[in-house]
């Protein structure tokens, strides 16, 4: 294992992301589920890849161990090429504040305020000043075709627009990379393939890497490596573009 | 984050759960009310009690027959207050001079006038021992000597109500009294006269109830001997010590020379007694009003507490975007501290409406005239305040640090 730690750590690595034997047992009383066993993983800036599986296949706890907000039992998750595994919990809330954006299938935004201040909020926990953030959350709400709604409360938006704003939201503070929980599961198909259209945008012009989890194998082929998880392990990967 | 968007963020949040928010704020706007208004009213009774008290130095004694009132039956005095008495007092340790007096009601006459006063017959040398505060408006004070002179009070001068003197400076008033005398066995109403000359006016000094300077008038002790027929014999002897913490030992060393035969009387005492039964009765008052605090607290947990568990899915969000435990920590506690500070604000003010209001309704229902006003001082005001928004901010604590120690993944797993 220290093979890769070696090779990879370091600033300028080649990888947004990479995971080493990454482990995640949960035990809830004398039953061991092995959610996700020996995963390894490299995946480059700005790659746009998928995650497919059955129910229960271990994707969200892949997702949630890329985006630092779980710990593993063994392995370890790199970060631009740095690894996270020793870090302090407000260091992982750094990273994800500054490094991550998630999306989820239920849009998770705060729906007692406004749509702007929805897509401020990580740009407010960051620090940065008033006038730039809100700059740049109107900037982000008119990539996503969002242009006029900024003051509109989230559930006055159809579930299509209100995705639009947590892809908005996950964008404010220019993360390393997208990780999207089934984003298109609450979406009719139309709908769907235009969020889907939206993360290839951003992992082509921006080069965002964007890893998103998906039941939809046509979604899926938008994408440029799809990686198909069974029982907490890679089953098969698929290289679709380059 | 900076606290203007911290404030933002939990104002918005205790927004959205109006009705509970505002009970909440209820509760604490109950107690801070009840504190302010109840601690006002005590520290304007305690006022009240110290002023009426305080025209009269500390360091005085008043020796009285004993026998009479304090024994519930009138029992006739087995001593003579005289001035082998005074001699006798003047040489215990600690004592400072003795004053003797004698104190009869009298009417007073002027012109065609009159009115029922309170007539004190003493040495008005040493009259400042008595009365600290006791200035001289017009004339002079009168000398032991003089059989004619009198001091009045400024009650006496105008009286209450009135805007035209009722005596002035020079001039001639008459004292009356009537005693029942027997002539050869058959009993008999015996009016004695006398005329005065106002040789002096004092200004008001202002002594509510206890000792009432401003509506008495004031002559020699020689003229009221006389004048009352006393034969030598005192109403009272005050005994001024050389300092108030020697009231005790001076009061023993009387005792036990006279024992029972003299009552003393302690002005200072007397107000620490009713001070303390005060400043007990307020403690009571205000552990209750605390106690409605307390439960003010137990509100401010339970909402939060409530609004915790109904977030749960939210603060998952809020950790996936990089939130810290601590910043999820300072937003629920800052819901805590604004419901402090808004109940402890409204509080305030209702209390200072409700105690002042509220008292003087109750006055008008018994028909008494307490010259009491609550007194709300601005050091109590920002103790109780702080001490309102301290409690709000313990009280978010505990649900604060359960938000911040939820697990973000389980959180989020929540529906
Ligand atoms: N917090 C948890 N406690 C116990 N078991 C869990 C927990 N989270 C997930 N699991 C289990 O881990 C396995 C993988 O779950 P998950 O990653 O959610 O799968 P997927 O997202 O692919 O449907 C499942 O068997 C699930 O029951
Ligand atoms: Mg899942």
Not at chain 1, 186 to 207: A, H, M, P, Q, W
Not at chain 2, 37 to 48: I, K, P, R, V, Y
Request: aromatic share 8%; hydrophobic share 45%; charged share 20%.
């Amino acid at each position: 294992m220290s093979f890769s730690l070696t090779t990879s750590l370091g600033l300028n690595s080649k990888y947004a992301i990479e995971t080493v034997n990454l482990t995640k047992v949960y035990r809830s009383d004398s039953v061991e589920v092995y959610a996700l066993v020996d995963v390894n993983l490299k995946i480059r800036y700005g790659e746009f890849v998928a995650i497919v599986g059955p129910s229960g296949s271990g994707k969200s706890t892949l997702l949630n161990l890329l985006g630092v907000l779980d710990k593993p039992t063994k392995g370890h998750v790199l970060i631009e090429g740095i690894d996270t595994s020793t870090m302090s919990p407000s260091q992982l809330a750094k990273i994800r504040n500054e490094k991550i954006g998630f999306i989820f299938q239920a849009y998770n935004l705060i729906n007692r305020t406004t749509v702007l201040r929805n897509v401020e909020l990580p740009a407010v926990v960051r620090g940065v000043p008033k006038k730039e953030r809100v700059k740049r959350a109107m900037e982000l709400l008119r990539l996503t075709g969002l242009d006029g709604k900024f003051n509109r409360k989230p559930l006055t938006l159809s579930g299509g627009e209100q995705q639009r704003v947590a892809i908005a939201r996950a964008l404010i503070n220019n993360p390393t990379i997208i990780l999207a929980d089934e984003p298109t599961g609450n979406l009719d198909s139309k709908t769907g393939y235009e969020i889907f259209s939206l993360l290839r945008r951003l992992s082509e012009e921006r080069k965002t890497t964007v890893i998103v989890v998906t039941h939809n194998l046509e979604l899926a082929n938008l994408t440029d490596r799809i990686i198909y998880l069974r029982d907490g392990r890679i089953e098969a990967e698929r290289i679709l573009r380059r | 984050m900076n606290p203007f968007e911290v404030l933002r963020f939990s104002f918005e949040a205790l927004k959205d759960r109006k009705l509970r928010s505002t009970l909440t704020i209820l509760m604490v706007i109950i107690g801070t009310s009840l504190i302010v208004s109840l601690n006002g009213l005590s520290t304007g009774f305690s006022s009240f009690i110290n002023s009426t008290f305080s025209t009269l130095a500390p360091n005085t004694l008043i020796v009285i027959p004993g026998g009479g009132v304090e024994r519930g039956t009138w029992t006739a005095p087995s001593i003579s207050l005289d001035s082998r008495m005074v001699r006798k007092l003047t040489g215990i340790d600690g004592v400072k001079v003795v004053i003797p007096f004698i104190h009869r009601s009298a009417v007073l006459r002027s012109g065609s006038a009159s009115m029922s006063v309170l007539v004190a017959g003493i040495d008005q040398t040493k009259l400042h021992y008595i009365y600290p505060t006791l200035s001289l408006k017009e004339g002079k004070l009168i000398p032991p000597t003089d059989f004619i002179g009198m001091l009045v009070g400024s009650d006496v001068e105008v009286p209450p109500g009135e805007t035209k003197p009722f005596v002035r400076l020079g001039q001639v008033v008459t004292l009356e009294y009537t005693k029942v005398e027997e002539v050869e066995g058959v009993p008999k109403t015996v009016t004695v006269k006398r005329a005065f000359v106002v040789k002096g006016i004092l200004n008001y000094i202002g002594s509510p109830s206890f000792i009432n300077v401003d509506s008495m008038v004031q002559i020699s002790l020689a003229a009221a001997n006389s004048f009352f027929g006393c034969g030598g014999k005192y109403d009272g002897i005050i005994v001024v010590t050389k300092s108030y913490e020697l009231n005790d030992k001076v009061e023993k060393a009387i005792k036990n020379i006279y024992g029972e035969d003299v009552g003393i009387i302690s002005p200072k005492v007397i107000s620490q007694t009713v001070q303390k039964i005060v400043g007990g009765w307020s403690v009571f008052i205000l552990t209750v009003a605390a106690v409605s605090l307390i439960v003010a607290a137990v509100g401010i947990i339970t909402t939060l507490f409530t609004s915790v568990m109904e977030r749960t899915k939210e603060i998952g969000v809020l950790k996936a975007l990089g939130f810290k435990d601590s910043q999820i920590l300072i937003l629920f506690l800052t819901e805590a501290v604004l419901i402090g500070v808004i109940g402890a604000s409204i509080g305030l003010v209702v209390g200072i409406v409700f105690g002042s209001f509220g008292f003087s309704t109750i006055m008008g229902f018994t028909g008494l005239n307490f010259p009491i006003t609550p007194i709300y001082q601005p050091e109590n005001l920002i103790v109780i305040w702080l001490f309102t928004v301290a409690i709000s901010a313990c009280a978010g604590l505990y649900p604060a640090w359960r938000a911040s120690k939820l697990e973000a993944v389980v959180a989020l797993r929540k529906e």
